[in-house]
């Protein structure tokens, strides 16, 4: 487990430009990239017990590979509408001892697979505005993807046609992090607050 803390690294008196593996996931039509060395594998959606008064975005709890495991759903925590279908989503296996002492598991809408990007590619934005924002996005990543397959159907472009994406990187653990201390703080005034800051 690596913790960046600045952006190049120096290795014989040369900048390095370090690969992050990155996982590409969908949440409310949305692309966005989340770090894969906090995640083991991703499954179907598990169905777990509802807790009682819980907030919408706690699925429940449900028992994986003989541990009792907590489902968050990602779209839902932050405020994203839910209009997924459910034999696209995908749940995310974060192992004991990453986030917390326990197993958990994030429920998102898609997952399209895992990308290697470098330091260099992660621009640093001013979230400043969107005060509860700051602190839960890494930065933003252009990424170059393959034009809509409806376009390509239709004879207007090629298969090695490409245009590049900006992608929110959303840092996960600091989300999830403040989630289990109570004190997760809410990006859009829209959503609801839970817990103190």
């Known amino acids: 487990m690596r913790i960046r803390t600045d952006i190049k690294e120096r290795k014989g008196g040369k900048m390095v430009d370090n690969p992050i593996s990155v996982i590409e996931i969908i949440l409310d039509s949305d692309h966005y990239l989340i770090d894969s060395d906090l995640v083991t594998r991703f499954i179907r959606p598990i169905t777990g017990k509802s807790l009682y008064n819980a907030p919408p975005y706690i699925k429940g709890i449900a028992e994986y590979e003989g541990d009792v495991i907590t489902l968050v759903d990602i779209t839902l925590l932050l405020g994203f509408r839910d209009t997924a279908d459910e034999s696209d989503k995908k749940t995310l296996i974060i192992p004991a001892g990453i986030i917390s002492e326990y197993a958990m598991a994030i429920t998102v809408d898609y997952v399209c697979g895992i990308r290697t990007i470098h330091d260099s590619d992660i621009m640093q934005v001013d979230f400043s505005v969107i005060e509860r924002l700051q602190g839960y996005i890494k930065g ?42 109570g004190c997760l703080r809410r990006p859009m005034n829209s959503f609801f607050y839970w817990g103190s800051q």
């Open 140 to 181: 933003v990543v252009r990424t170059s993807a393959f034009v809509d397959r409806t376009k390509k159907r239709q004879g207007s472009v090629h298969d090695s046609d490409t245009e590049d994406e900006m992608l929110l990187y959303l840092d996960i653990r600091s989300i999830l992090t403040d989630l289990l201390a």
